[in-house]
């Protein structure tokens, strides 16, 4: 999708990209404020969730929640919004016609909220049912303990359920004064931006009251993971199979062409029903699915490895994630592959922005999380600069601190997660 990215600050300090799509037919709004969970203290851990869900309700000028939801949706519009451990966001997406209404109806949602009792007690049940909700989903309690085992900020569903009831409308209000400054919020506006439009948007969120502190966007913090000494073991004995993470960290953040190079090696390892780890065992009839991925924090780089599979399948399935993984450590890796790898993120890349909402979220994970605007149109250049001897190097270094940990959920005897963490131990 053809556009151009301008960066404006505001005079109140607030900073965002303003995306151009020509002749877009809907707008698309993203404003992020760095009030995540990681600021409050565990206690209190829900007070940025429960503050989420309170802030798209009653306001100053609507002060009932399913008023104002109805108002702002009565076109067809869409808004939401999502916490997470280190930001708060809000999002919307609206016909083009009616843009201006959009934006000003979400801007007073987010600088002039009531935070009724009412609300509070309805949303807090909302948020306990949510949390109730997400608790039966294994990857994700997995995943979340294992990131609190590594020393990350984090909590399980059932730990954040355990604490709801320290948190008070006091803390609430107190979360958001803290946290709702101009110099705190970023924001992503993309649709059909023309010139006389920016300076509409511009005056718009010039004239919120989001008050300035002359203080700088609250800092990300430093997360330094620690090596697992021995596997975490969930034991759910209501689970026939195992649910398994495996992490391994570079203790530093990798550049953007390190980062490309494993991008590669990840879709040639797990992606597609042909690659190297997932299409061998698929081959086999060992897993249905499997997973890997990328991540990073401040001062490290994590790659992921995880899926669900059979007691019976899944020491053969490790074998072929080590045999792979040592493989590429050696340098076994076919130009062919590379040039599969190269086509297949090609094709991603280019079905990443169908739409003005994909756009906007794409530029929002680097710029909100640290104001860099990645170059869209470099993508297919960054792509083809990817090389063997780059995969190789890039993988050897996430492997290279002897920084890692593994987990099991399901009903496994402790034996048996000692053999599997002892299996893995060798690409170490």
Request: with cysteine; proline share 4%; charged share 25%.
């Amino acid at each position: 999708m053809k556009h151009t990215v301008e960066e404006i600050e505001l005079s109140s300090g607030a900073k965002g990209l303003l995306i151009h799509v020509p002749n877009a037919p809907v707008m698309t709004f993203n404003f992020s404020l760095r009030a995540g969970e990681y600021l409050v203290d565990r206690p209190k851990w829900e007070t940025p969730h429960i503050m989420e869900h309170l802030l798209l309700g009653a306001n100053k000028r609507i002060p009932k929640a399913r008023t104002f939801q109805a108002e702002f949706e009565k076109n067809g519009a869409y808004c939401n919004a999502s916490t997470g451990v280190y930001d708060v966001t809000y999002d919307a997406e609206c016909a083009d016609f009616e843009w201006n209404r959009i934006l000003d109806w979400l801007m007073v949602a987010i600088t002039e909220p009531l935070f009724l009792e009412e609300e509070f007690t309805a949303e807090f049940g909302n948020v306990r049912e949510e949390l109730t909700a997400r608790s039966n989903n294994h990857f994700r309690h997995l995943n979340l303990a294992l990131r609190e085992s590594y020393g990350f900020y984090g909590l399980t569903d059932h730990e954040r359920l355990s604490l709801m009831d320290n948190v008070k409308l006091d803390d609430i209000k107190a979360h958001y004064n803290d946290t709702h400054f101009a110099e705190n919020m970023r924001f992503i506006i993309a649709g059909n931006l023309t010139p006389a439009r920016k300076k509409q948007i511009a005056a718009i969120l010039n004239g919120s009251p989001l008050p300035r502190r002359n203080a700088a966007r609250n800092p990300l913090p430093i997360e330094i993971p620690e090596k697992l000494q021995k596997p975490l073991h969930i034991v759910n004995n209501t689970v026939d199979n195992y649910y398994f993470y495996m992490d391994t960290f570079a203790s530093r953040r990798m550049n953007e062409a390190e980062l490309d190079a494993v991008s590669l090696l990840n879709s040639m390892l797990t992606e597609t029903l042909y690659s190297r780890i997932l299409g061998t065992a698929r081959e086999r009839g060992l897993v249905y699915s499997m997973s890997s991925g990328i991540g990073y924090s401040v001062k490290s780089t994590n790659w992921w490895f995880g899926a669900q599979v059979r007691p019976d399948n899944v020491h053969e399935l490790f074998d072929i994630m080590i045999t792979q993984l040592q493989n590429v450590f050696e340098g076994k890796i076919d130009k062919k592959d590379i040039e599969a790898a190269k086509q297949y993120r090609l094709g991603r890349y280019q079905r990443g922005a169908q739409t003005v909402g994909s756009l906007a979220d794409w530029y929002s994970g680097k710029y909100f999380f640290e104001d860099i605007i990645d170059d869209f149109y470099a993508i297919p250049g960054r792509i083809e600069a990817v090389n063997k001897d780059k995969v190789i190097a890039a993988a050897k270094d996430l492997f290279r601190d002897d920084l890692w940990g593994f987990g099991v959920l399901g009903y496994p005897n402790k034996s048996d997660v000692k053999n599997l963490h002892q299996q893995l131990s060798v690409l170490w």
